[in-house]
């Protein structure tokens, strides 16, 4: 069994939608990034590549034309096919959505079944959960979004 740690940060950006986990949050500024910056789909990616030993990210799609607003759905599918060609399966995955804005209770259950499709996995055994910093750090002010994760891989 092997666990990975993931981490994603972006500033919001009002020009962009906001997606998470491949949800897209309606009434809300999204973030700015290369690809749809979904900080959710982003830490689940880097978990997983960390646990699979495969690198991150920003090694396996580097910001370049070809992943300019991609999905990043698409990248953690990608990022889960990489990991089963190395003998790897998902156990579970967890996620914690560390935010101000927007509330995000009624997005979580389609978040957590978007990033299950994505991931090839069961979906009870995907958890999507959010958190305030009660105004503290970036996220506290109200300047973007950031994301946490972990998986289990046997």
């Known amino acids: 069994m ?3 740690l993931g981490f994603d940060a972006h500033a919001f950006d009002a020009a962009r939608p906001l997606v998470l ?15 749809d910056a979904d900080v959710v789909s982003h ?5 997983l590549l ?23 759905l698409e990248i953690l599918a990608s990022s ?5 060609d190395a003998g790897w399966k998902l ?10 804005r927007p509330r995000l209770g009624p997005y979580r259950s ?5 990033v299950a499709e994505a991931l090839g996995a069961d979906p009870a055994s995907i958890s999507v959960k959010a958190t305030t910093t009660d105004g503290l750090g970036f996220t506290g002010r109200g300047e973007g979004i950031a994301a946490l994760a972990v998986v289990l891989l046997e």
């Open 91 to 100: 156990v579970n995955a967890d996620v914690t959505v560390i935010a101000e």
């Open 80 to 84: 889960a096919a990489a990991a089963r």
């Open 21 to 35: 986990g491949g949800v897209v949050v309606p009434d809300s500024p999204g973030l700015a990034g290369h690809s």
């Open 50 to 72: 960390g646990a699979a030993n495969l690198g991150d990210l920003g090694g396996m799609f580097p910001p370049t034309e070809a992943w300019r607003d991609a999905s990043s």
């Open 2 to 4: 092997k666990i990975g």
């Open 43 to 47: 830490a689940l990616g880097d978990a």
């Open 110 to 114: 389609e978040m957590a079944a978007r």
